[in-house]
């Protein structure tokens, strides 16, 4: 996973699974959430993960699981963090884009989603905006989308980019820019060869307003 670094705040934030499906020995599920303090020089846990021995969901109106008080609550979203972790500064949102799996299956999570389990819901809603952490409030936010919406998966990269005040989703064969003001997922058609995006290194130059992918070439 690529740390997503909030310039205003001095800290980089770190979030996504390690390994897969994998419950801590103090019960937590491994979908923590940490911030590296720069100046600081230490670790900040800012979410140990799901605990899953006192876990409860339900599906909110809109589609999202929301805990016992109606706040949605990302579970087992992420298979690892890949490069689809990004920052905000203009909101001041730390955001992500899932990459869904089979891992909510583990023991403590399965049981209390019968929705999951009946197929009555959808695990991966693609109506829907990345999903955010605002850091004033302190809680998690997505939102269901109108229109056309966007289908992420393991592998893809996700950037927010100050100059467009969009989020920019990448996967190997498309590109699409999620606009917050409009909620709308917007698909875009650049010039030349699409890169190949599946376990790629990424980063955001933000002098040259360019994004660098690594993987089988630059």
């Known amino acids: 996973s690529k740390m997503a670094l909030a310039p205003d705040l001095r800290v980089a934030f770190l979030y996504g699974e390690g390994q897969h499906g ?60 890949y490069e689809m972790t990004s920052y905000d500064p203009d909101l001041r949102k730390f955001s992500f884009m899932p990459t869904p799996s089979g891992y909510w299956r583990v023991r403590g999570l399965a049981e209390n989603r019968p929705h999951v389990a009946k197929e009555a819901w959808n695990f991966y809603n693609p109506n829907a905006s990345p999903w955010m952490y605002d850091v004033a409030s302190a809680k998690w936010e997505v939102r269901k989308i109108s229109g056309e919406g966007r289908r992420s998966n393991a592998g893809d990269a996700a950037f927010y980019l100050p100059s467009l005040r969009k989020t920019l989703h990448f996967t190997g064969d498309s590109v699409a820019a999620y606009d917050y003001a409009e909620n709308t997922w917007k698909p875009l058609s650049p010039k030349g060869r699409l890169p190949r995006i599946y376990d790629n290194v990424a980063c955001h130059d933000p002098k040259r307003d360019r994004i660098y992918f690594y993987g089988e070439g630059l």
């Open 22 to 81: 994998f419950v801590k020995e103090n019960g937590h599920y491994m979908n923590d959430f940490w911030a590296y303090d720069i100046p600081a020089h230490r670790w900040i846990c800012i979410d140990p993960g799901v605990d899953t021995r006192n876990f409860s969901v339900k599906v909110s109106p809109e589609g999202f699981e929301v805990d016992r008080n109606g706040d949605v609550l990302p579970v087992a979203q992420m298979v690892h963090g």
